[in-house]
């Protein structure tokens, strides 16, 4: 490994604790798998010294409100952090409009931002490594957003501590005021991409299930703000950058969430490293991203079925 281009991670240096992130959090009424993220996230250090954000969406229905209720109450319990505001909304919102509404709300008073959702679980370091590199890469403007959490893909060990993939993960992760701003949410050149080969196989550079997610998407048959934002970075040349060892669990896939259903497939260990390398400039693995695409493919079956999905929502159009 080249070292000529590597900086040793001192903490100290750029970690100013004025200066920390806010934290945002989106929770709804899961409140044994909130608390678990609370904990995890109180036993970051850098905690006590953040502002912490949080979003409560409302009830769908009359079932879910005393479920909702339990989380509100809970979350007046809350501390451990510099300061701690909740936001409850009137109405169920659903996980994206609270998630685009709530980011964009904070970051009209912020430059950066670092988001969670309440099924995750975050490694001691978290908040450490994602306050660094908001920092270290503010200027280096291919970078869209910074994921703490990696997929389980074979990296090899002289792999660099952090690097660039074409997809944005929404497990933990944090960005910049420049960089969300701007996002078209509404996709205005959806007619377009979904003409063009060409841009659809540069998209699905991160992944085959790419399109056909966005493609859903503008069907109505998800509500996934995720791949809109990994679209964002698509169209304005930007990566995601991800770690080399993983910060943070998804505890959500047991089938508790709204559009988590029970799988292991992302299942990823939590890493226990006291230090990092930063490069200089973050590269492009192209070894890596054959890695994520083989991770991502898609079986024959789905494959059938996304195309028939597509040529009926297109007659009904």
């Known amino acids: 490994m080249d070292c000529s281009n590597i900086r040793k991670a001192r903490s100290n240096v750029f970690l100013k604790m004025d200066h920390l992130a806010p934290i945002v959090l989106f929770v709804y009424n899961r409140i044994d798998h909130l608390k678990q993220l609370i904990t995890s996230l109180q036993l970051n250090e850098e905690a006590q010294y953040s502002d912490l954000h949080i979003y409560s969406d409302g009830p769908r229905d009359e079932a879910e409100v005393p479920e909702v209720e339990e989380v509100r109450c809970y979350l007046k319990s809350i501390t451990g952090f510099e300061k701690v505001e909740i936001t409850h909304r009137d109405q169920n919102m659903g996980l994206a409009g609270n998630v685009i509404d709530g980011v964009s709300d904070v970051l009209k008073e912020n430059e950066t931002v670092i988001v969670l959702e309440d099924d995750l679980v975050l490694g001691g370091g978290f908040l450490k490594v994602m306050n660094e590199l908001l920092v270290r890469y503010q200027q280096v403007k291919n970078i869209g957003s910074i994921s703490g959490f990696v997929y389980p893909i074979s990296i090899p060990q002289n792999a660099p501590d952090f690097f660039l993939l074409p997809r944005a993960s929404s497990w933990g992760w944090a960005t910049w005021s420049d960089r969300w701003v701007g996002v078209d949410w509404g996709i205005s050149d959806f007619d377009e991409f979904v003409k063009s080969r060409k841009q659809q196989a540069c998209f699905n550079q991160g992944g085959e299930d790419m399109t056909p997610m966005l493609m859903k998407w503008k069907f109505g048959i998800n509500d996934s703000w995720a791949i809109r934002w ?43 490293i006291d230090d990092f390398t930063f ?39």
Do not use: C
């Open 230 to 272: 990994s679209y964002h970075h698509f169209k304005n040349d930007m990566y995601g950058l991800f770690p080399k060892h993983n910060m943070v669990l998804n505890a959500g896939n047991d089938g508790s969430g709204t559009h988590s259903p029970t799988t292991e497939k992302y299942f990823n260990h939590l890493a226990i």
């Open 279 to 317: 490069p200089e400039v973050p590269v492009i693995d192209r070894d890596l991203i054959r890695k994520l695409q083989w991770f991502f493919r898609l079986s024959v079956v789905r494959r059938v079925i996304n195309k028939l999905i597509f040529m009926f929502e297109s007659e009904k159009r």
